[in-house]
């Protein structure tokens, strides 16, 4: 029987994980479909029996069902636990279904080369940063805080993943210049007014690196206001295609290429590709 794999969300009609999967099937030759699949508030467990029983190979998992999934499969590796969601389902030889977390280990790839001695701020206490905090702590990284509007978040973030230091927004702010890699999941990095992002930047490392979970647009407000300082500056672009190439390559045992992918889906997205 033809493999197929998919993504399922609600909504879903804007992912690009279809074409980018599709892309890579037909790059490495394998003979196989990967579809967008819209779940209906209420309708979760049902899609899930429905992918299994229609033999599924494999699926994606969206907003907002990444922690409701979990009681319908049949183990959790590690790598969701840690972050209590999942975002990639795969089926094993003996036709179990396992959930794992991509997400993490996809951004932390999109950084490149990076020292695990750096200090790392992540803005926000979220489910995404959560997935990053604890990819971070698997990879080596020790020096790590979390500052979040709601200080208690923060805080509960790091006893939960028994890493980090949790801070206020202030006291981030404060010491800015401390850190090497800061990494911004809130939604408050959208707003159009300097003076509504979560932090200002003016005290930032020189040579830091600055990173958006978003990828539309390429250039959030947030990176704009980092680039008026002599920093890198790195969108969710990469940490959408490392962590669907990660989802690849436990379905079909393959890497598929991030390099290719990232040019064109810049393009795509109306960005100017360049090769890092």
């Not at 879903?12 to 479909?33: C, G, K, R, V, Y």
């Not at 979990?70 to 590796?77: R, W």
């Not at 997935?131 to 805080?155: C, D, M, P, W």
């Not at 600055?210 to 647009?217: C, H, K, R, S, T």
Request: charged share 20%.
């Amino acid at each position: 029987m033809k493999k197929w794999f998919a993504v399922i969300g609600n909504p879903i009609s804007h992912s690009l994980s279809p074409f980018m999967h599709e892309t890579w099937l037909q790059e490495n030759n394998i003979d196989a479909s990967y579809i967008p699949i819209q779940v209906e508030e209420g309708k979760l467990e049902d899609a899930v029996k429905g992918l299994k029983l229609l033999g599924c190979s494999g699926w994606n998992v969206t907003v907002p069902y990444k922690e409701a999934i979990i009681p319908f499969l049949d183990e959790i590796d590690d790598s969701a636990k840690g972050v209590g969601a999942v975002n990639t389902v795969v089926k094993t030889e003996d036709n179990r279904f396992v959930g794992y977390n991509t997400d993490g280990l996809g951004f932390i790839q999109s950084l490149g080369e990076i020292q695990s001695e750096n200090r790392v701020l992540i803005i926000g206490a979220g489910g995404a940063a959560r997935g990053i905090v604890h990819a971070l702590k698997q990879s080596g990284f020790h020096h790590l805080y979390v500052a979040n509007r709601t200080y208690l978040n923060a805080e509960k973030l790091t006893l939960d993943a028994q890493a980090g230091q949790a801070l206020t927004l202030q006291e981030a702010e404060a010491k800015l210049g401390h850190f090497d890699i800061i990494i911004q999941t809130t939604p408050q990095g959208m707003k159009n007014q300097a003076e509504s992002l979560p932090i200002r930047l003016n005290n930032i490392k020189e040579h830091a690196i600055v990173a958006d979970i978003v990828y539309n647009p390429l250039v959030t407000p947030f990176l704009e206001e980092a680039r008026k300082y002599n920093v890198r500056t790195i969108n969710g672009l990469g940490m959408l295609i490392h962590q669907g190439a990660i989802a690849f390559s436990y379905w079909n045992g393959i890497n598929p290429s991030s390099d290719k992918m990232m040019e064109r889906l810049t393009m795509q997205l109306g960005g100017n590709y360049v090769n890092r």
